[in-house]
């Protein structure tokens, strides 16, 4: 009797399964805030790296190989960039997919105040969470920006040498560098805001 009546209380879900898909919302969040981390660390990596591309390049016997060492560095922060991106998208679908599901289950509803009253909250909710995702989505573009700055700076460096030069790189390193800490605030909040949309909302539900 026990066993049938946990297995019947484990396989209930309502129509729309919303349990589920605030599990798969919530688990998103920490993915994205995982990537974030990881992206962060592998910038501030590029940038330590690019920091001493004068330095090492004029103590290399091989000028190509340390070239070729700092665009894999930044390959990688290309990488990371991407992934980011890839679990936001990922946020922004589980978010969707969220909201949608219970807009269907709000709209099946007899009681028509309920009903009137739930849709005036949901799309309350949408609209500012949509706010969310579009400053995320910006913070994102702006990391994709500073790594296209930094590749062209290690392109210039890269001719300058060629041409028995060192060129300076020191105005656009700096201009990097003092734009991640903003950037990353960003998405720090973005992610703070996602929390508070589901622990304040989403997980009362």
């Known amino acids: 009797l026990f066993l049938i009546l946990f297995l019947a209380t484990s396989c209930y879900k309502g129509p729309e399964d919303l349990p589920k898909r605030k599990k798969a919302f919530k ?12 992206t962060h660390k592998k910038v501030e990596e590029g940038i330590a790296n690019l920091g001493t591309i004068q330095e090492a390049l004029q ?13 894999s560095q930044w390959n990688k ?17 589980d978010a969707e997919s969220l909201f949608g599901a219970m807009d269907r289950q709000t709209e099946s509803l007899s009681d028509a105040k309920m009903k009137s009253e739930l849709t005036t909250a949901l799309a309350k909710s949408r609209s500012e969470y949509e706010v969310t995702l579009t400053k995320t989505q910006s913070a994102i573009a702006k990391l994709e920006g500073l790594h296209n700055e930094a590749i062209d700076i290690i392109k210039g460096v890269e001719v300058a040498v060629a041409l028995g030069q060192i060129a300076q790189i020191t ?13 990353m ?8 805001e996602s929390k508070e949309f589901y622990e304040q909302r989403i997980g009362e539900i």
């Open 185 to 192: 605030e960003e998405l720090n909040f973005t992610i703070q």
């Open 27 to 38: 688990a998103q969040i920490s993915g994205f805030e995982s990537q974030k981390d990881k």
């Open 171 to 183: 105005d656009g390193l700096k201009s990097i560098e003092s734009r991640i800490p903003v950037i």
């Open 59 to 71: 103590s290399a016997e091989n000028t190509d190989a340390e070239f070729k060492r700092v665009y």
């Open 77 to 93: 922060v290309d990488k990371n960039i991407k992934d980011l991106y890839k679990e936001y998208e990922n946020l922004k679908n």
